[in-house]
T-cell receptor
Framework: AQSVTQPDIHITVSEGASLELRCNYS??????LFWYVQSPGQGLQLLLKYFSGDTLVQGIKGFEAEFKRSQSSFNLRKPSVHWSDAAEYFC??????????FGRGTSLIVHP | DTEVTQTPKHLVMGMTNKKSLKCEQHMGHRAMYWYKQKAKKPPELMFVYSYEKLSINESVPSRFSPECPNSSLLNLHLHALQPEDSALYLC????????????FGSGTRLTVV
């Protein structure tokens, strides 16, 4: 069985500051890992994904994520946050089942 | 075209009404999905279509009836819904059923009165 944990319900950062959103997964092998962003009233948008290869993955909107097998983590980062990044962020894992498991989400609040 | 288009964007229906939600994609994706999302929660899978065949029904009540008329279209027929069915209904598509990630539509905000 696969599972994913996003330990932070809310994260507050100042505009221009760096950002790291945490994601931990549980699966017996290396799963497919994804980060999605959802702005209010919108659908989810895929930011990036990882399955194999370089453990540092670049995505859209200036985001990157690093896969760390030893920590079962796939944390999302951005060096400088913009006010438009305020949204809900979901980490998702696909393992043996092709049904992804979504984390509960982290709400990003950006202060001017 | 890199979008999933959902109509309508908003829908209010009574508990005795019949309505349909529509979803369309022209990316050549072979898998299409219906998700239900309540406020402040992750999306919950309802149905998966792979190559136009229903492959997963996540124990969804029969008042929700999916249909895949062709590889580009996905419908969700609604009948005799309950107020607790009010939610954001999201359609998504994927190149295949695993490993590619999803392209989501912007959803239909459904209110059952």
């Amino acid at each position: 069985a696969q599972s994913v944990t996003q330990p932070d319900i809310h994260i507050t950062v100042s505009e221009g500051a760096s950002l790291e959103l945490r994601c931990n997964y549980s699966y017996g092998a290396t799963p497919y890992l994804f980060w999605y962003v959802q702005s209010p009233g919108q659908g989810l948008q895929l930011l990036l994904k990882y399955f194999s290869g370089d453990t540092l993955v670049q995505g859209i909107k200036g985001f990157e994520a690093e896969f760390k097998r030893s920590q079962s983590s796939f944390n999302l980062r951005k060096p400088s946050v913009h006010w438009s990044d305020a949204a809900e962020y979901f980490c998702a894992v696909e393992g043996g089942s092709y049904i992804p498991t979504f984390g509960r989400g982290t709400s990003l609040i950006v202060h001017p | 075209d890199t979008e999933v288009t959902q109509t309508p964007k908003h829908l209010v229906m009574g508990m005795t009404n019949k309505k349909s939600l529509k979803c369309e994609q022209h990316m050549g994706h072979r898998a299409m999905y219906w998700y239900k999302q309540k406020a402040k929660k992750p999306p919950e899978l309802m149905f998966v279509y792979s190559y136009e065949k229903l492959s997963i029904n996540e124990s969804v009540p029969s008042r929700f009836s999916p249909e895949c008329p062709n590889s580009s279209l996905l419908n969700l027929h609604l009948h005799a819904l309950q107020p607790e069915d009010s939610a954001l209904y999201l359609c998504a598509s994927s190149q295949e059923t695993i490993g590619y990630g999803y392209t989501f539509g912007s959803g239909t905000r459904l209110t059952v009165v």
